[in-house]
């Protein structure tokens, strides 16, 4: 292996050869010092591509002959990537004696730079292996679902980059731990008087790492009057241009302390939501008779579904010898089920459904007001004056076939419906 000497020589060449060609002794050094730190940064950079392919292909084919997934989490994070760094800057940080042999102070300022970004690296390959243990643990370990593994990681990272900071600024400074303690009597004064300014900027920070909200999002937040998209995120505002072309200011750090909608994962999902419900009235849900269940078969879309459920009906009817004389003896068929089945029957049926996502009509709880159905199904178009005459179709047609089955709405009654009851009562 080449010593420092052996490499001082062959730097030298350049600049001797410049020299015998009358070059000044200045000007040679300059022109050779430079030469040589872009020969070796090309060198590096490609010595860098070259290695970072070689150990990331090489750990992926050990993590797939390898039996545990702790390496698979550890390809996922970008370990071995940064783990390849490393090897260019060691070289390089070997190099910078001999490069800048004549340039003291720059070669000073080459180590610093250096080291910064050594310290920067090891931060970056301690987020990694954070990165993989969190993961690693959700994925195979039951009992770690639902903790938050992310809030630890992140109070680990902070100390990381609290201490990577120290270093930093002691590498450039000089100051000691003693120094920044002595420092904190003046630091607790600026934290006061840029306390706004500060919040903002740690806000505006968070928001950007953890992707919260991006430019061109459409939030709603309740607090602050706004519903729109963004349309500026800077250190002290986001700014919000609400749908009806007004616009209202957040304070940054609002959207860390306080809970807003984003509405985002629903315009990058496949499709949009569609959740309303039709209250029908209690008293009007029946059982049906043979009669009403033949006038029922004239809806195409339900024909089949009533034919087949009336055949296990009258088998089961039979087998347990259930008195018909009543309805409620045995099993029946109601009114309100064959709606559900007929609205159900709707939305396979409507091309602007996605029929990949949940799709449903259920019951829920009664109430003072009637039964709720509720519609519950995903919507294609995800614009919103599309996906309202979209939901607006569906539940127009579902109103007006209502009195087919023999169903009614529930409705609280108005003045003119109690002036009238007067009326009769009179």
């Given at each position: 292996?080449?010593?420092?000497?052996?490499?001082?020589?062959?730097?030298?060449?350049?600049?001797?050869?410049?020299?015998?060609?009358?070059?000044?002794n200045?000007?040679?050094?300059?022109?050779?010092?430079?030469?040589?730190?872009?020969?070796?940064?090309?060198?590096?950079?490609?010595?860098?591509?070259?290695?970072?392919?070689?150990?990331?292909q090489?750990?992926?084919?050990?993590?797939?002959?390898?039996?545990?997934?702790?390496?698979?989490f550890?390809a996922?994070?970008?370990?071995?990537?940064?783990?390849?760094?490393t090897i260019?800057?060691?070289?390089?940080?070997?190099?910078?004696?001999?490069?800048?042999?004549?340039?003291?102070?720059?070669?000073?300022?080459?180590?610093?730079?250096?080291?910064?970004?050594?310290?920067?690296?090891?931060?970056?390959?301690?987020?990694?292996?954070?990165?993989?243990i969190?993961?690693?643990?959700?994925?195979?370990?039951?009992?770690?679902?639902?903790?938050?593994?992310?809030s630890?990681?992140?109070?680990?990272?902070?100390?990381?980059?609290?201490?990577?900071?120290?270093?930093?600024?002691?590498?450039?400074?000089?100051?000691?731990?003693q120094?920044?303690?002595?420092?904190?009597?003046?630091?607790?004064?600026?934290?006061?008087?840029?306390?706004?300014?500060?919040?903002?900027?740690v806000?505006?920070?968070?928001?950007?790492?953890?992707?919260?909200?991006?430019?061109?999002?459409?939030i709603?937040?309740?607090?602050?009057?706004?519903?729109?998209?963004?349309?500026?995120?800077?250190?002290?505002?986001?700014?919000?241009?609400?749908?009806?072309?007004?616009?209202?200011t957040?304070?940054?750090?609002?959207?860390?302390?306080?809970?807003?909608?984003?509405?985002?994962?629903?315009?990058?999902?496949?499709?949009?939501?569609?959740?309303?419900s039709?209250?029908?009235?209690?008293?009007?849900?029946?059982?049906?008779?043979?009669?009403e269940?033949?006038?029922?078969?004239?809806i195409?879309?339900?024909?089949?579904?009533?034919?087949?459920?009336?055949?296990d009906?009258?088998?089961?009817?039979?087998?347990?010898?259930?008195?018909?004389s009543?309805?409620?003896?045995?099993?029946?068929?109601?009114?309100?089920?064959?709606?559900?089945?007929?609205?159900?029957?709707?939305?396979?049926e409507?091309?602007?459904?996605?029929?990949?996502?949940?799709?449903?009509?259920?019951?829920?709880?009664?109430?003072?007001?009637?039964?709720?159905?509720?519609?519950?199904?995903?919507?294609?178009?995800?614009?919103?004056?599309?996906?309202?005459h979209?939901?607006?179709d569906?539940?127009?047609?579902?109103?007006?076939?209502?009195?087919?089955?023999?169903?009614?709405?529930?409705?609280?009654?108005t003045?003119?419906?109690?002036?009238?009851?007067?009326?009769?009562?009179?």
């Amino acid at each position: 292996m080449m010593d420092y000497k052996t490499l001082t020589t062959y730097a030298e060449w350049f600049e001797f050869f410049l020299r015998d060609q009358g070059v000044s002794n200045y000007w040679a050094s300059v022109i050779n010092t430079f030469l040589l730190l872009v020969t070796v940064l090309i060198v590096l950079i490609i010595l860098d591509i070259i290695i970072r392919k070689v150990v990331v292909q090489g750990f992926k084919a050990f993590s797939n002959k390898s039996k545990t997934t702790f390496d698979d989490f550890l390809a996922a994070s970008n370990f071995p990537r940064y783990i390849a760094h490393t090897i260019p800057l060691a070289i390089l940080w070997s190099v910078i004696p001999v490069i800048f042999r004549d340039y003291p102070t720059i070669q000073k300022a080459f180590d610093i730079l250096v080291i910064g970004y050594l310290v920067i690296l090891c931060i970056l390959i301690y987020r990694s292996i954070l990165r993989t243990i969190t993961n690693y643990l959700r994925e195979t370990n039951e009992k770690f679902a639902d903790k938050p593994l992310e809030s630890y990681q992140q109070v680990m990272m902070i100390f990381a980059w609290a201490t990577g900071i120290f270093f930093l600024v002691h590498l450039l400074t000089g100051y000691t731990l003693q120094s920044v303690a002595t420092f904190g009597a003046l630091s607790a004064v600026i934290l006061l008087i840029f306390k706004d300014t500060l919040l903002g900027f740690v806000a505006s920070i968070q928001i950007s790492v953890n992707d919260i909200v991006r430019i061109g999002d459409w939030i709603t937040f309740s607090k602050f009057g706004a519903d729109g998209y963004v349309t500026e995120i800077n250190l002290a505002t986001v700014r919000v241009q609400n749908f009806d072309n007004t616009y209202t200011t957040i304070p940054t750090y609002s959207l860390i302390s306080d809970s807003f909608q984003n509405w985002r994962g629903m315009q990058e999902s496949p499709g949009r939501r569609i959740k309303r419900s039709i209250f029908i009235k209690q008293t009007s849900i029946k059982f049906l008779t043979p009669e009403e269940l033949e006038e029922l078969k004239k809806i195409q879309l339900i024909k089949p579904y009533i034919e087949h459920r009336e055949k296990d009906v009258m088998s089961y009817n039979k087998k347990t010898e259930a008195d018909k004389s009543l309805l409620i003896n045995g099993r029946n068929q109601t009114n309100l089920g064959i709606f559900r089945k007929y609205a159900d029957a709707i939305l396979h049926e409507n091309p602007a459904i996605n029929k990949n996502l949940f799709l449903m009509v259920r019951h829920l709880a009664p109430t003072d007001k009637g039964i709720p159905i509720e519609i519950f199904c995903f919507s294609y178009d995800k614009t919103w004056e599309n996906y309202e005459h979209i939901q607006a179709d569906i539940f127009d047609h579902l109103l007006a076939s209502i009195p087919y089955f023999g169903l009614e709405i529930h409705e609280s009654p108005t003045g003119k419906d109690i002036s009238q009851i007067s009326i009769k009562a009179e």
